[in-house]
Nanobody, 127 residues
Framework: QVQLVESGGGLVQAGGSLRLSCAAS????????MGWFRQAPGKEREFVAA??????????TDSARGRFTISRDNTRAKNTVYLQMNSLNPEDTAVYYC??????????????????WGQGTQVTVSS
């Protein structure tokens, strides 16, 4: 089992940037593919970005591609996945969740493919 804790959310003006972090503890972090999802008020949770266990492959939803970057640090000291978000706009306002999948070699884009979830961090983008 792995425990996930997100941080780095907050309030930012449109056009600004934020970097979200998701620290993992428990089982070996590199056993898992990782992903970021978000959920806006009144909407379903949606996929944002995914990364394989090694970090060699990534995938983004269309709205995130070119603005967001997912990365990971598998060293024992970090065990963290990041989401760098640039050129933010009000439509990016949501609670952002990180998730871990046992399907380590895959770019998992569906929430059902993930086995562990963090508690979420709020991102609010003002216009």
């Amino acid at each position: 089992q792995v425990q996930l804790v997100e941080s780095g959310g907050g309030l930012v003006q449109a056009g600004g940037s934020l970097r979200l972090s998701c620290a993992a503890s428990g089982r070996t972090f590199s056993r898992y593919a990782m992903g970021w999802f978000r959920q806006a008020p009144g909407k379903e949770r949606e996929f944002v970005a995914a990364i394989t266990w090694s970090g060699s492959s990534t995938h983004y939803t269309d709205s995130a591609r070119g603005r967001f970057t997912i990365s990971r640090d598998n060293t024992r000291a970090k065990n963290t996945v990041y989401l760098q978000m640039n050129s933010l706009n009000p439509e990016d306002t949501a609670v952002y969740y990180c998730a871990a999948s046992n399907r380590a070699a895959y770019l998992n884009i569906h929430s059902r493919e993930y086995d562990y979830w963090g508690q979420g961090t709020q991102v609010t983008v003002s216009s």
